[in-house]
Structure formats: structure tokens, C-alpha cells
């Protein structure tokens, strides 16, 4: 138990300092967290109604549309009527949308490869294959 006590307490407090740096990072871009979020949802979908990105994000659809608005003000995203049902208005991601999304990704990866620069590629591929394990369990 004691250990599961610290694998607890070691992801809570690496998730605190991966948000830390990912707010930092997104400062750059100009572009807020939620934002960040509603944008990679976008950028790996064909588009998603308000709804379906409110229920993805948990957050209230008068939220969403609001950083849909802002984000849409920015050329990140853009609306478009539903081929099947034109009453349905989706969202999706603008290839500048999608282009942000990249920049901070790699930013972010690079930060992590620079605090990985101590593990031998051993202790890498473990990490992964262990925090890749957890995901699916969790999932």
C-alpha cells in the first residue's frame, strides 16, 4: 500500500508541474488552457457539434460557445453545416488551428526530453510501456 501511496503522490505532483509548464507554454501562443484543450479535441476530429465538445470537455455548452467565439475571432477554428443534417452546426479546426497545436505539442516534448536526458533508453522504454499500461487500465 505504502507504495501505491507513492505512485499517487509522485503523478499528482508531476501532473501539477506538466500543467505549469504547459500554462507557460501556452502563453506564447497566446491561447488560453480550455482553448488549448477545445482545440486538440477539434484537430483530431472531422468536427464536433458544441454539445459533443461540451460533453468531451465536461464543461457547459454557453462555455464552449464562448471559446469557440473567441477561438473562431483567432482563424483557429471555423463553423460549418452538418452534410447530413443541415440544421446541425459542427466545429472543426483550421490549419492554423492545427498548426498551433503542433508548435505547443512540440514545445512540450521538448521540455520532456530535456528532463529525460538523465534515463538510459532502457529506463525510457519502461516508463512508456508502464504509463502506457496504467492509461489502459484506466481507460
Given at each position: 500500500m505504502e507504495l501505491?501511496?507513492?505512485?499517487?503522490?509522485?503523478?499528482?505532483?508531476?501532473?501539477?508541474?506538466?500543467r505549469k509548464k504547459g500554462r507557460e507554454i501556452l502563453k506564447d501562443f497566446s491561447i488560453t488552457t480550455p482553448q488549448f484543450v477545445a482545440l486538440q479535441f477539434l484537430a483530431s476530429s472531422e468536427g464536433l457539434t458544441i454539445g459533443e465538445l461540451s460533453n468531451k470537455m465536461a464543461l457547459a455548452c454557453s462555455t464552449i460557445t464562448d471559446l469557440v467565439d473567441r477561438m473562431e475571432k483567432n482563424d483557429l477554428v471555423s463553423r460549418f453545416k452538418?452534410?447530413?443534417?443541415?440544421?446541425?452546426?459542427?466545429?472543426?479546426?483550421?490549419?492554423?488551428?492545427?498548426?498551433?497545436?503542433?508548435?505547443?505539442?512540440?514545445?512540450?516534448?521538448?521540455?520532456?526530453?530535456?528532463k529525460l536526458i538523465d534515463f538510459s533508453d532502457k529506463e525510457k522504454e519502461s516508463l512508456a510501456e508502464s504509463l502506457f499500461k496504467l492509461y489502459k487500465v484506466m481507460k
Open positions: 501505491v501511496v507513492d505512485i499517487e503522490k509522485n503523478l499528482r505532483e508531476i501532473d501539477y508541474i506538466i452538418d452534410d447530413k443534417d443541415r440544421r446541425v452546426v459542427r466545429v472543426k479546426a483550421e490549419e492554423k488551428g492545427h498548426q498551433l497545436v503542433e508548435d505547443v505539442l512540440v514545445r512540450r516534448q521538448a521540455y520532456l526530453l530535456e
